[in-house]
């Protein structure tokens, strides 16, 4: 069993930051890609950005240049810094986590949201 719990949304005026964090907790062996991504109303779920547990990252480009998902594996945590945030960010952002245990059996795992609000 995985539990992961996002923290760090809110509301920004259009141009401002903010920094997500998302904390994996549980039955642990090794968790192997984790990320993030959003969903708008309306619209669906999209990917945001990827690490890897050996920290190669893959973004959106609608995001590149812009945010920044790093993580630290001693902590289960995974993190998202977004600067230069614009309306069109708006949306609410879910944690996913890959979980593998001991006999190489993987698990999605994804977080409850989190809503980021980017006033113009």
């Known amino acids: 069993q995985g539990h992961l719990v996002e923290s760090g949304g809110g509301l920004v005026q259009a141009g401002g930051s903010l920094r997500l964090s998302c904390a994996a907790s549980?039955?642990?062996?090794?968790?192997?890609?984790m990320g993030w991504y959003r969903q708008a109303p309306g619209k669906q779920r999209e990917l945001v950005a990827t690490?890897?547990?050996?920290?190669?990252?893959n973004y959106a480009d609608s995001v590149k240049g812009r945010f920044t998902i790093s993580r630290d594996n001693a902590k289960n945590t995974v993190y998202l810094q977004m600067n230069s945030l614009k309306p069109e960010d708006t949306a609410t952002y879910y944690c996913?986590?890959?979980?593998?245990?001991?006999?190489?059996?993987?698990?999605?795992?994804w977080g409850q949201g989190t809503q980021v609000t980017v006033s113009s």
């Open positions: 549980g039955s642990i062996f090794s968790i192997n890609a």
């Open positions: 996913n986590a890959e979980f593998q245990d001991s006999d190489y059996a993987t698990y999605d795992y």
């Open positions: 690490i890897t547990s050996g920290g190669s990252t």
